[in-house]
């Protein structure tokens, strides 16, 4: 059957939206669990836009892309040739790295933003692409705002490029403005009228700002295009990008209607989507297609009647098909190492040696205090472990004051290498309180900018994940903890963020201008 490429950009579109962005350990947690889900392409940056960007995109090509049936390493770019140098430098080490540039082709970005003619793009997009092309055969090339362009000149540019030896042509709705037929309509007309198209893999990226992304994905997929670019939980700029697991199981689910397929191992939908949420602290809605809490929930009195006498009646997917977990007891206090290592391996992580031992430490200290262990709790407690930075301080004690007419109060311990460092602080509650006692400890003011819990599972006793993003002096960070006590979780992750700043990674750059 006819093969769909997915390309997920996650990593690269999908980080660059507020709130999103993940650091190095983040992505490669999430570029693992991609590569198990068995994309063909991972987007893992845009490496000129900053070190961080660089670094993290360097490290999926070493540790995702080396591995054996590794998806594609790509980075993204700019036209300019410093940009596919640095570009190229980052995702090289990959089995099968590829470049891919781009450059707008509407007059309204040429005349606005670019400030150049058409032909000068024209000229700056082969030089790019013959550039990438002696660095590796694997170039993809994206005429931005394809949907608002003149088509003629659009269609000059692709065949040039083609030309020039780009191997896939990706056709981006950069502001989702496209309507499904009309988009269809250009994709088909690009097929027959641009020099060489029958020898590459057109592509499409679509934008949600209509909400149409995912139905002018498929429609573009209906009229020839053999890859789609999208991301999990449909994350991305303004109001995202195609979501992933939307695109996949319509494709899935109607491969009767489109006549293709995905190498996509669809089982493996639900844990992309949970660990983008612990990773970015940002959850999908409820009523979400696929992924979403209520995404299987048969609630009117009819439709549960129907399921129970044939699940056919109104289940068009099943909640297996995507690797959605029944949410039962998995372990409990007297489960043993192996258990713990053999569920985890189950759930997509795979820990062994020191990092198992801390996790086993964590599921003790989680038993002790909770009765039932959850998929979800493992969850939260692998996936902090995993993907927190260097710990600079770490938490040694923690006392708070706290109820109607007290002022409240917290005396914190904190511990930097072989020293504890104590103080207290009052607050307007009981979080402000620990913040303050912790600023007072490392001398570091956060401006909180955003704070978000939410319960992991049901029940009163239930892991509470805190997501948090604070502004020191600036820089602005996220971080992230988890604890049955939410006071604790929020003091883990106030200080996960703290030690973003302490140790930071790279310099992250504003923002990058095509
Ligand atoms: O939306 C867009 O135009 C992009 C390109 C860089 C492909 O993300
Ligand atoms: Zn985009």
Redesign the pocket.
């Known amino acids: 059957m006819d093969r769909v490429i997915i390309f997920d950009?996650s990593l690269?579109?999908g980080e660059?939206a507020p709130g999103f962005s993940m650091n190095t350990a983040e992505k490669l947690e999430m570029a693992r669990q991609l590569a198990r889900l068995n994309v063909d392409v991972i987007e893992a940056g845009f490496p000129i836009s900053s070190d961080e960007d660089f670094e993290a995109t360097r490290e999926v090509a070493r540790q995702v892309g080396t591995l054996e049936g590794a998806p594609i390493i790509c980075g993204?770019s700019r036209v300019g040739l410093m940009d596919i140098d640095r570009c190229w430098e980052a995702v090289k080490y990959a089995r099968r790295p590829r470049i891919?540039t781009?450059v707008?082709t509407s007059d309204i970005h040429l005349k606005y933003k670019l400030r150049k003619s058409r032909a000068e793009i024209l000229q700056a997009s082969v030089e790019a692409v013959k550039h990438a092309r002696s660095y590796c055969e694997d170039v993809e090339f994206?005429p931005?705002?394809?949907s608002r362009s003149d088509f003629d000149y659009m269609c000059d540019v692709l065949s040039a490029v083609i030309e020039a030896g780009a191997r896939t042509i990706?056709i981006?709705?950069?502001?989702g403005y496209a309507i499904p037929r009309e988009w269809g309509e250009r994709i088909a007309r690009i097929r027959e009228k641009v020099r060489g198209m029958d020898k590459v893999v057109l592509s499409v990226?679509c934008?949600n700002d209509l909400g149409q992304a995912v139905a002018n994905s498929v429609t573009g997929v209906m009229n020839g295009a053999r890859q789609v670019?999208c991301t999990i939980n449909g994350i991305?700029?303004r109001a995202g990008?195609a979501s992933l697991e939307e695109v996949v199981m319509a494709l899935h689910t109607r491969k009767d209607f489109f006549g293709v397929e995905t190498g996509v191992r669809t089982e493996e939908i639900f844990k992309a989507s949970r660990l983008l949420s612990h990773i970015t602290g940002i959850h999908v809605q409820p009523n979400k297609a696929i992924v979403g809490e209520n995404a299987f929930a048969h609630e009117a009195g009819i439709h549960q009647d129907g399921v129970l006498k044939e699940k056919l009646t109104y289940e068009i997917m099943r909640p297996e098909d995507i690797g959605r977990p029944s949410n039962k007891l998995v372990l409990g206090k007297h489960s043993g190492r192996h258990a713990l290592a053999a569920r985890l391996k189950d759930l997509g992580f795979d820990l062994a040696g020191s990092e198992l031992d801390r996790a086993f430490k964590k599921f003790k200290d989680l038993a002790d205090r909770k009765k039932e262990v959850f998929d979800e709790d493992l969850m939260s407690i692998v996936t902090d472990e995993a993907t927190q930075g260097p710990e600079t301080y770490g938490l040694e004690y923690l006392h708070v004051i706290s109820g109607t007419g007290v002022v409240p109060s917290a005396t914190v311990k904190l511990r930097r290498d072989d020293q504890v460092f104590q103080d207290s602080g009052v607050g307007d509650g009981p979080v402000d309180a620990v913040l303050a006692a912790m600023e007072a400890i490392t001398g570091l003011k956060g401006r909180l900018l955003d704070y978000s819990l939410r319960s992991a599972t049901s029940g009163k006793d239930a892991i509470g994940e805190v997501s948090m993003k604070i502004d020191f002096d600036g820089t602005v960070v996220s971080g992230r903890g988890s604890s049955t006590d939410v006071i604790e979780a929020s003091a883990r992750a106030y200080l996960s963020a703290l030690n973003r700043v302490v140790q930071p990674v790279g310099q992250r750059m504003t923002e990058v201008g095509?």
């Open positions: 950009t690269r579109d660059q993204l891919h781009f707008a994206s931005e705002d394809a990706n981006p709705d950069t502001v990226h934008h670019e991305g700029e990008n095509p």
